[in-house]
C-alpha cells in the first residue's frame, strides 16, 4: 500500500472549527506537498466562528477576511460538515478512527470569571454574552440584558471591552445599517444606558486596547469620552515603558487619552468614562447589581511586567449593570487532554501532549492552543506552526488508510444528525443577504438553528 501522503493514499484530516485558525490550517494542508483531503467540522449550520459571531458588527472592513475563507472552501479537497458539534454528535475517539490527523481549531467559547462576591447577581454579565446576543449567535440568542438603568459598568480594558462600550454607546442610527442581530437593535434602541464606565486594573500606559479603537470615542454622534488628567500622572516605570520603542502601541493609545483628557465637560446624552488602578472587590445589591465596590491600586514590578496591588482606599460606584470582560477561556471536550488552568488544549508546538508524551493524531491551533489573545491574522502563523508538526510526522502515520467522513455516515444517520454541507450554508448566506437588504443592512443573520436549517427545507 502507498504511504500516507501520496495520490492513492492522500492524508486525512478533520478541523474541528472553522473559525479563522481552522481556514488558516486548510489553506497550510491544501498548499502543502503531500497530497490530502480535508473535512471541516463545525457545531454551528454557519461557518467563521467569531469573525461572524464576535467582531463587532459595526466594523464590517475586520470581517473581510472571510472573503478569504470562502475562496479557500471552493478548493476541491475541501468538504464542509456543519451543525456537527465534536465531542457530541461525534467522539474524538470516532474521528480518530477515520482520519490520520484530527486538528482542534474550535477556539475559546466561554469566560473568565473575576471570582468576586455578588459577580451572579442579576444584572451583571459576561462581556461573551453581550457580544454572542448582538452578533446573532444561537447560543444566546434568548438572554436578556436590562437596559434601563442609567448605569454600566465594564471590567477590563482590551479590545472587546472597547467593543462592549462602543455598542452601548452608539444610536441606533449608528447601528443600524449593520449586521447587528434584529432583536439586539430593538432592545439598544429602548437603551437608557447613558454614563458607561470602563475601568482597569493597571495603568492608562499598560491598557490593552488599540489606539485605533480608542479613538472611535471622540467620534460618537451622542457619547463623549471622560478622562481625569490625574488619572494620566504615571509612575517612573510607567514612564520608562512608554519610552520604550517597542510601545509604540501604547505610547500612542496614551496620546489618544490626553487629548480625550483636554476635552470640555461633556455635553452629550452618554459619557464613557475610563477609570484605571481599579479593581472590583464585590458586586452588591438586594436583588440585583446595584454597586460594585473598588479597590485603588498601585502597580509594583518592572518595566513591562508592572502588576496592580490593591490598597486599602475604596470606593463605591452605583451601577445597574456590569459586563467583565476580561478575557475569553477554552472548553474541554470528551476525549482531549485539557489545561484547567490554562483553558487550553496542552500541546508542543501544536501537538497535543497527555503529560510529556504527544498523543498520536491530535493538533491544535488558535485559541484553544495558545490561550484567547490575538487578531485574526494572528491565527495564519499558528495554524501553519501546527500543520508544519502535522505533516513533520507523516512519516508516523505509515501506509494506513483512512475513510474521512464516509466513515461517520452511519453514525449520523444513527444519531439523527442533520449535517449542514457547504452548498447548504450558501443558501443560508444568499437567504440572510436577501432579508437584510430590505433593512438596508449588509445581512440580516438568522439566531436560532432551526431557522437556518428551515431555509434548506424551503430552497429543496
Ligand atoms: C468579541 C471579539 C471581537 C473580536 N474582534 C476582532 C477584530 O475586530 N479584529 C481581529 O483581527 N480580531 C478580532 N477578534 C479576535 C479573533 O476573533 C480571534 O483571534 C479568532 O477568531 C480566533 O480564531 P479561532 O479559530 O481560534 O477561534 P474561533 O473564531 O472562536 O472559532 C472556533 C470555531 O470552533 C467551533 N467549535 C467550537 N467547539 C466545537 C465543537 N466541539 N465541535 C465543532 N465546532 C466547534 C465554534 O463554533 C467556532 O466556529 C475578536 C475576538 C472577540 C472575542
Ligand atoms: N478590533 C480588534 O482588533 C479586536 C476587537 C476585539 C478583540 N480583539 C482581540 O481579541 C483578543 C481578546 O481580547 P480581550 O479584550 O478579551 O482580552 P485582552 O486584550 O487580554 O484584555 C483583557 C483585559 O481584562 C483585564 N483583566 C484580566 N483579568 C482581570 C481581573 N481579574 N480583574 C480585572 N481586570 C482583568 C486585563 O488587564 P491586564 O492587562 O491587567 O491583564 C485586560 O485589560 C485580544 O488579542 C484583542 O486584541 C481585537
Redesign the pocket.
Known sequence: MSDVGSEQNPVRAAI???????FYALEALIRSEPAVLVDM????PSPF???RS???PD?PK?KKPIGVYQKLAGAPEFRFFGN????RDVSVEELRNCYHAVVF?????TDRKLGIPGEHLPGSHAATEL?GWYNGHPDYRDLEFDLSHDTAVIIGQG??AV?VCRILAKTVDELKHSDIAKHALEALAQSKVCNIHMIGRRGPAQAKFTHQELREFGELTECEPVVNPKDLELNETSREELADRNNRANLKSFEVLQSFAARPPPASRRRCRFHFLKSPLELKGEHRVERMVLARNLLEGKPSQQFARATEELEELTCGLVFRSIG?RGMP?PGVPFDEGRGVFPNRDGRIIDGESAVPGLYAT???KRGPT??????RADSVATVKALLEDLPNFGATQKPGADGLKSFFEYRGVRVVSYEDWQKIDSAEIRRGQAAGKPREKFTRVEEMLSVLDEVK
Open positions: 474541528v472549527g472553522s473559525g479563522p485558525s481552522g467540522f463545525e457545531r454551528l466562528g467569531l469573525v464576535g467582531v463587532a466594523h475586520l456537527v458539534n465534536v465531542g481549531a474550535c477556539g475559546a467559547e457580544v479590545n472587546v467593543d475569553y471536550i488558535g485559541w484553544i490575538g487578531i485574526i491574522g494572528t491565527n
